[in-house]
T-cell receptor, first 113, second 112 residues
Framework: AQSVTQLDSQVPVFEEAPVELRCNYS??????LFWYVQYPNQGLQLLLK??????LVKGINGFEAEFNKSQTSFHLRKPSVHISDTAEYFC???????????FGAGTTVTVRA | DAGVTQSPTHLIKTRGQQVTLRCSPK?????VSWYQQALGQGPQFIFQ???????QRGNFPDRFSGHQFPNYSSELNVNALLLGDSALYLC???????????FGPGTRLTVL
């Protein structure tokens, strides 16, 4: 079984500053990794995913994440945030032979002017 | 191209009642998964349907059941509602079992 730990429950950040959201996972097998964003009162939108290949993954809205197998991490970064990036961010994992996504508890990002 | 749609948007029920939530997958997708998201938490996997059969189930009681129709749309049924069933219920669709899941806007269920 897999599990996901998002190390920061809340991240306040000023507009145009960089942000990093930390995600660690545990699994005994190879995994797929995902980051989703949830805006208030909405469903989940896929930001990016790692399935295989290059460990640096680029997603929508200027986000990127790096898969580190030795540290079992998949941290999300953005070099310059906007007010509109204020949202809840979820890291998720699934293994190659499983069907479900296992989610972390989420990180609330609040961008201030 | 329509994404994943869910109905209704909001629902209020009382304890002991039964509820049915509906989901239409993204065009071309054949697999539907359901998740429960309690307030302030990450989504929890309920079950997944493929070829009209439940393929995998999470740690939820038998009060939670589902169905997938030939057109790949799906229903989630919850019987004997408890206060703790109040949550956002998310439907996700994918082209195949291990592919990326795309989520709908969710149904907010409130049990009084």
């Amino acid at each position: 079984a897999q599990s996901v730990t998002q190390l920061d429950s809340q991240v306040p950040v000023f507009e145009e500053a960089p942000v990093e959201l930390r995600c660690n996972y545990s699994s005994s097998v190879s995994v797929y990794l995902f980051w989703y964003v949830q805006y208030p009162n909405q469903g989940l939108q896929l930001l990016l995913k790692y399935l295989s290949g290059s460990t640096l993954v680029k997603g929508i809205n200027g986000f990127e994440a790096e898969f580190n197998k030795s540290q079992t991490s998949f941290h999300l970064r953005k070099p310059s945030v906007h007010i509109s990036d204020t949202a809840e961010y979820f890291c998720a994992v699934s293994d190659l032979h499983d069907y479900k996504l296992s989610f972390g508890a989420g990180t609330t990002v609040t961008v201030r002017a | 191209d329509a994404g994943v749609t869910q109905s209704p948007t909001h629902l209020i029920k009382t304890r002991g009642q039964q509820v049915t939530l509906r989901c239409s997958p993204k065009s071309g997708h054949d697999t539907v998964s359901w998740y429960q998201q309690a307030l302030g938490q990450g989504p929890q996997f309920i079950f997944q349907y493929y070829e009209e059969e439940e393929r995998q189930r999470g740690n939820f009681p038998d009060r939670f059941s589902g169905h997938q129709f030939p057109n790949y749309s799906s229903e989630l049924n919850v019987n004997a509602l408890l206060l703790g069933d109040s949550a956002l219920y998310l439907c996700a669709s994918s082209l195949s079992s291990a592919d990326t899941q795309y989520f709908g806007p969710g149904t907010r269920l409130t049990v009084l």
